[in-house]
């Protein structure tokens, strides 16, 4: 085990870089601060129309830190993962503490699909997501993101890019310029727990 906190954590994001470890299995951690930042635009995410169909149907529900726990074990339920014991017991620590937060989809009493990462400041930093069924994790993403905008949030990180999360309107920056966002976006005040939950097609509208 490392002598890693969870304020140290805090810190480590404030200043631009996260952990991670090579298996699930793996003793070791390491800092990471890529070259290139991946990042979504607050209020440029981008619905398809399969996705904006899946909305339309209605037949989940959303709910906030209802199972951080579970969302991250499903998040490291792949075949390689950044997720050991430590990285799952430092998240939830942070999660006790008000700074690590999930957005789930339920269908039934099942967990579909949910995405969790970090406040801090007005910087949410976007650490994995899952889905176990058609859209799921796209379904987490819409609604992630319309919290973030209105929780008045400047900065959504997702660390790296893949062409997913490209086709939802990332975007990659170089460090520099991810940097010069940091400082602002931590120092400043947001809010992820109190904007309520559109329906989907107020969520439809608005996106």
Partial sequence: MSD???????????????PMADSADSDEIYWVDPTDRGIFPINGFH??????????????SIHVDANFGQTVMNCAKRDET??????????????????AHSVE?????????????????????????FSAATNGSKIALAYLTHRLAAGGFQLFDTQFITPHLA???AIEIPRAAYHDMLFPAVTAEANFTDPITPSPAILIAQT
């Fill in 4 to 18: 890693i906190t969870p304020e140290l954590l805090l810190q480590a994001y404030a200043n631009g870089v996260f």
């Fill in 47 to 60: 619905i398809s129309r399969s996705l904006r169909r899946a909305l339309r149907r209605d037949d989940y």
């Fill in 82 to 99: 950044w997720i050991n014991a430590e990285i799952f017991a430092l998240y939830n620590q942070l999660h006790g503490l008000g700074f």
């Fill in 105 to 129: 989809v339920w269908r039934a009493d099942q967990m579909i699909g949910g995405v969790y990462g970090v406040a801090l400041g007005s910087a949410f930093f976007g650490e994995s997501m």
């Fill in 167 to 169: 086709s939802l309107g």
